[in-house]
Nanobody, 123 residues
Framework: QVQLVESGGGLVQAGGSLRLSCAAS????????MGWFRQAPGKEREFVAT????????YTANSVKGRFTISRDNAKNTIYLQMNSLKPEDTAVYYC????????????????WGQGTQVSVST
């Protein structure tokens, strides 16, 4: 089992930037991918970005493409989400996830989850 802890959320004005971190610990040897999801009030959880652990290849959702970047630090077992040009519709709880199963774009593809960190974007 992998333990995940997110940090870096907060309140920011539209157009601003924020950087989220997710530190992984525990049995990380079999991890195939790590990613970010978000859930806004009254909405379903949605995919944001993921990174394939073996080669670092990344995938991002169309809604954040060109604004958000996922990256990793293998030595620290940590992934990041750099968020630029933030919009009010980006307001959500952001969750870090890890998968021992596959590289995926659905919550069901992941088997470990962090506690979430709140991102609020004001106008």
């Amino acid at each position: 089992q992998v333990q995940l802890v997110e940090s870096g959320g907060g309140l920011v004005q539209a157009g601003g930037s924020l950087r989220l971190s997710c530190a992984a610990s525990g049995r990380t040897f079999s991890t195939k991918s790590m990613g970010w999801f978000r859930q806004a009030p009254g909405k379903e959880r949605e995919f944001v970005a993921t990174i394939k652990w073996s080669d670092g290849h990344t995938y991002t959702a169309n809604s954040v493409k060109g604004r958000f970047t996922i990256s990793r630090d293998n030595a620290k077992n940590t992934i990041y989400l750099q968020m630029n040009s933030l919009k009010p519709e980006d307001t959500a709880v952001y969750y870090c996830a890890a998968s021992t199963l596959r590289v995926g774009f659905s919550g069901g593809d992941y088997d470990s989850w962090g506690q979430g960190t709140q991102v609020s974007v004001s106008t």
